[in-house]
């Protein structure tokens, strides 16, 4: 299984990004896909997931800043991220959860939003 994500950068307060994750190696459709980041010191934290049966949740942080979507027929999620704040700096890795559980992740990409 493999997990590719880019979309990263570096961008102002108040801007935006998407980000995508383009997964290989097993059934997508069937697996929930998640995001989460970690910042520099402190632990991975999940922002958000979408389900194989459509559900969607977000972290407190995002909810209403950040938008997860996915098209099952590119093997594809995304996340949009909006009204970026500098505390939303952090390396953001996909995940293919399997039974719930985030079993295979991306190597990460680099969100810098700078105030």
């Known amino acids: 299984v493999r997990l590719v994500e880019s979309g990263g950068g570096l961008v102002q307060a108040g801007g935006s990004l998407r980000l995508s994750c383009v997964a290989s190696?097993?059934?997508?459709?069937?697996?929930?896909m998640g995001w989460y980041r970690q910042a520099p010191g402190k632990q991975r934290e999940w922002v958000a997931h979408?389900?194989?049966?459509?559900?969607?949740g977000y972290a407190n942080s995002v909810k209403g800043r950040f938008t997860i979507t996915r098209d099952n027929t590119k093997n594809a999620v995304y996340l949009e991220m909006n009204s970026l704040k500098p505390e939303d700096t952090a390396v953001y890795y996909c995940?293919?959860?399997?039974?719930?559980?985030?079993?295979?992740w991306g190597q990460g990409t680099q969100v810098t939003v700078s105030s």
């Open positions: 190696g097993m059934p997508f459709s069937v697996n929930t």
């Open positions: 995940s293919l959860d399997i039974s719930g559980i985030p079993t295979y």
């Open positions: 979408f389900t194989s049966r459509g559900d969607t």
